[in-house]
């Protein structure tokens, strides 16, 4: 939760958020009112976006469908609360 308000604060909304991270519906509506976006695939997320991850961590697939490509994913760590954290390129 708190890497999702901090993305938001640095990045701005909407910030999409693969799998509700939160098993708290409370939680889910707080992050949701703020501009998060929960989603259950990263094809659900327009290019440009910013993607957050599970810090329990995803398929090195996922990363890379989320990067737009089916090579390694240029997952990036741009902050240290943020467990994993991509921008999903344009015109991919």
């Not at 890497?3 to 909304?13: D, H, K, T």
């Not at 958020?17 to 889910?28: A, F, G, L, P, S």
């Not at 990067?67 to 240290?80: D, K, L």
Request: a neutral charge.
């Amino acid at each position: 939760m708190i890497a999702v308000e901090r993305a938001l604060e640095q990045y701005g909304s909407p910030i999409y958020v693969r799998h509700e991270i939160v098993h708290n519906k409370y939680v889910v509506q707080t992050l949701e009112k703020k501009g998060a976006i929960f989603v259950d695939e990263t094809t659900e997320v327009p290019e440009g976006s910013i993607v957050m991850f599970s810090a329990r961590g995803e398929a090195p697939t996922v990363h890379a469908e989320a990067a737009g490509s089916g090579s390694s994913p240029p997952s990036t760590r741009p902050a240290p609360w943020s467990p994993r954290c991509t921008r999903r390129p344009s015109g991919s």
